[in-house]
Antibody, heavy 120, light 107 residues
Framework: EFQLVESGGGLIQPGGSLRLSCAAS????????MSWVRQAPGKVLEWVSF???????YSVESLRGRFSISRDNSKNTVYLEMNSLRAEDTAVYYC??????????????WGQGTLVTVSS | DIQMTQSPSSLSASVGDRVTITCRAS??????LNWYQQKPGKAPKLLIY???SLQSGVPSRFSGSGSGTDFIFTISSLQPEDFATYYC?????????FGQGTKLEIK
C-alpha cells in the first residue's frame, strides 16, 4: 500500500526553525516528484516546494531562502526545512507524491498533514 | 506567475443536480490542469488530471474538459458525499499554482 506520513509539526515561536519529515512507504521517493503544499486555517491550498526525480528543487519565490526541500533516499523520506518562521507560516503542511504523465504531473498521493503553529 | 481563477467561489446545489465549475488560467497551460476534492479536516484527493483524465477509482460522474486557458469541471449527478471544496491546479510552470477553490454546499 502506498502511504505518506508527515511528522515534525508543532508550536514554534516566531523566528524559530522546524524540520518536517515525510516518510514514504510502498514506493521510492527518488523515483517520483515530491511536493509540499500548505493550507493556512480556513484558507486555500498553497504550493510550497518540489523536488524532482533528479534531485533538483524548487520553492515558491516568497519562501525561498527560508524554506528548503530535500530527501534522504536511504530513509525514503522527504524533508521541509523551515527557518525564520513567521505567524503567517501557520498552516497544515501536506506532503504529496507527484506522478509524471506525458510532459506533466499530478499529485496523486497525499499525507494526512502536520500542523505548524507559529506563535509566542 | 500563472494565476488560476475559479468560479464560482461557492455554490449551493441539491443531490442529483448537475454542477459545473470553471477554472481560467492567466496564460495558456495547454492541458496541464488537475482537479482536487477536499473535505473538511482531510487532505486533498486527486479527481482529474491532464484536464480530462479520470483518476483511477474516481466515480465516472466526475469529468473535466478544456485546454489552453479555460477549463470546466463537472459533476453529472451530485451525491451526498460530493459536498466539499474543489480546487484546480496548474502543472505547466513554476510556481505550480492552485485556484482559490469552490465550496460546494447543500441547498
Amino acid at each position: 500500500e502506498f502511504q505518506l506520513v508527515e511528522s515534525g509539526g508543532g508550536l514554534i515561536q516566531p523566528g524559530g526553525s522546524l524540520r518536517l519529515s515525510c516518510a514514504a512507504s510502498g514506493f521510492t521517493v527518488s523515483s517520483n516528484y515530491m511536493s509540499w503544499v500548505r493550507q493556512a486555517p480556513g484558507k486555500v491550498l498553497e504550493w510550497v516546494s518540489f523536488i524532482y526525480r533528479g534531485g533538483a528543487t524548487y520553492s515558491v519565490e516568497s519562501l525561498r531562502g527560508r524554506f528548503s526541500i530535500s530527501r534522504d533516499n536511504s530513509k525514503n523520506t522527504v524533508y521541509l526545512e523551515m527557518n525564520s518562521l513567521r505567524a503567517e507560516d501557520t498552516a497544515v503542511y501536506y506532503c504529496a507524491r507527484g506522478t509524471e504523465y506525458r510532459s506533466s504531473w499530478y499529485l496523486d498521493l497525499w499525507g494526512q498533514g502536520t500542523l505548524v503553529t507559529v506563535s509566542s | 506567475d500563472i494565476q488560476m481563477t475559479q468560479s464560482p467561489s461557492s455554490l449551493s446545489a441539491s443531490v442529483g443536480d448537475r454542477v459545473t465549475i470553471t477554472c481560467r488560467a492567466s496564460q495558456s497551460i495547454i492541458s496541464f490542469l488537475n482537479w482536487y476534492q477536499q473535505k473538511p479536516g482531510k487532505a486533498p484527493k486527486l479527481l482529474i488530471y491532464a484536464a480530462s483524465s479520470l483518476q483511477s477509482g474516481v466515480p465516472s460522474r466526475f469529468s473535466g474538459s478544456g485546454s489552453g486557458t479555460d477549463f470546466i469541471f463537472t459533476i453529472s449527478s451530485l451525491q451526498p458525499e460530493d459536498f466539499a471544496t474543489y480546487y484546480c491546479q496548474q502543472s505547466y510552470g513554476t510556481p505550480y499554482t492552485f485556484g482559490q477553490g469552490t465550496k460546494l454546499e447543500i441547498k
